[in-house]
């Protein structure tokens, strides 16, 4: 009886209900993406590292950042074109296929600065699928679930989280390099698997059978002139070039997060480099007794309420950063919860604002504009926080700081579809 009301309880929170009555390609988006969470977080705490021990240096490790965002954006300007004419089930998995599972494989006989520059150039596809994929999880769904949606794709990645503890003790027992060459390896079956998936079980949604449809008689050169038409759509539109400032800031900032944090708490801070994985793990066990405790609760607040208070903590992990003494594993520990507060806060609602901020007849280029450019204006920082952590580990989160502030200063002033106050409506009603 017991477990009953136990299970009861579980299956009516607003999340499990969303999840369980998800249909279509949304469903399938959803539950596929542990494939790419799980061997992610496997590898993510140590690329800088394993990076690093096969002779890249930081300014290296900037310029390979700088380098593949110059090739991700020409793949973003492509992505929107090619989901049009080919359609978003095809190029999803193709870009899966060029941008994961071949890269994947790079990385794992990597041996030095070049081997990582071919690898993220081909990463750099991954961009080419990103439209096509976020066009397919949004298309047919239910709009008011949209921040549900992103929440459940950010939740299978925090569930992946818990098996990063596997690599750290394969690198205690068998050292970094070799246990990397096998996590890639791994990654790239995994992604493979993901791929067949995709083809099997999504069909191509309404919106991308017109569009396949209407370019059908018109090469890709034709194509790509129409974006001129577009351009005006975001430069005119304050509330798309509100959102367009975001994206630039969080890409950046996550950039710096995902790269140079664990170089400065294994070389600066006294962390051992076996013990990164472990740290991910508390940011996401509180990651999700947030999503699943709060997130829920906060849909009827208009965005910019959760989003800027996200954007203080962010700062304040920041600041953790910059201050923490060597030695002092309970800072780093602490550092992790305040920027999945962060995290949970802000990076949800930024997605659901780039779904809800363009025309949905042109979703797929006007997104594939949004991203191209979000990579250009984010690409020449790569180089430069790599020179600022070659001259003092840490300045690049100093620079962070700046930027979630003016992130803040944007988000005060935001207004959109997406600001409005929701409606009670399905499963988050």
């Known amino acids: 009886m017991a477990e009953r009301r136990f299970m009861k309880q579980v ?48 300014v290296g490790i900037g310029s390979l950042l700088s380098l593949a965002m110059l090739a991700q954006v020409i793949c973003s300007f492509a992505g929107g074109i090619v989901a049009d004419k080919f359609g978003r089930k095809t190029v999803t998995m193709f870009g899966d296929m060029v941008g994961w599972v071949l890269p994947c494989l790079v990385w794992a006989v990597a041996q030095n600065y070049w081997f990582f520059l071919v690898a993220m150039l081909l990463n750099s596809f991954e961009q080419v699928n990103q439209t096509a994929w976020t066009c397919l999880l949004v298309e047919d769904a239910d709009k008011t679930k949209l921040v549900g949606i992103y929440s459940w794709i950010t939740i299978a990645g925090l569930l992946a989280v818990f098996f990063s ?29 993901k791929c067949w998936i995709t083809w099997r079980h999504t069909t191509e949604t309404t919106q991308g059978r017109i569009r396949m449809a209407e370019t059908r008689q018109q090469s890709l050169g034709a194509l790509l002139l129409e974006y001129r038409s577009l351009l005006p759509q975001i430069f005119h539109s304050r509330q798309t070039l509100q959102t367009l400032g975001i994206m630039v800031i969080l890409y950046t900032t996550t950039l710096v997060n995902n790269n140079f944090v664990s170089l400065r708490i294994t070389r600066n801070l006294g962390v051992d480099e076996s013990y990164l ?127 979630y502030l003016l992130a803040f200063a944007i988000v005060l002033n935001y207004q959109g579809k997406a600001e409005a106050r ?5 499963p988050l009603g």
């Open 11 to 58: 299956t009516s929170h607003p999340l499990i209900r969303l999840l369980l009555d998800l249909r279509g390609n949304p469903r399938t988006c959803v539950w596929i993406e542990p494939l790419w969470g799980v061997p992610n977080n496997l590898i993510a705490p140590f690329v800088t590292v394993y990076m690093y021990a096969l002779g890249v240096n930081d």
């Open 277 to 403: 994985a472990y740290y991910p793990i508390l940011r996401a066990a509180f990651m999700l007794v947030f999503m699943f405790a709060i997130q829920h609760r906060l849909e009827r607040l208009r965005m910019k309420i959760p989003m800027t208070l996200g954007l203080l903590f962010y700062v304040g992990a920041q600041l953790l950063l910059i201050l923490a003494p060597a030695g002092h594993a309970g800072l780093i520990a602490f550092y992790f919860l305040l920027e999945a507060m962060g995290f949970a806060l802000v990076v949800p609602r930024k997605d659901s604002m780039v779904a809800l901020s363009v025309d949905p007849q042109e979703r797929a280029r006007i997104v594939a504009l949004l991203t191209a450019f979000m990579i250009a204006f984010s690409s020449p920082f790569g180089y430069l926080v790599g020179l600022l952590s070659e001259t003092d580990s840490r300045l690049p989160f100093a620079f962070n700081i700046v930027l």
């Open 165 to 193: 503890p596997i690599s750290g003790a394969l690198i205690r027992r068998f050292s970094l390099i070799p246990v990397m060459r096998s996590l890639y390896f791994i990654y790239s079956l995994a992604m493979l698997l």
């Open 422 to 426: 929701p409606e009670p409506a399905g």
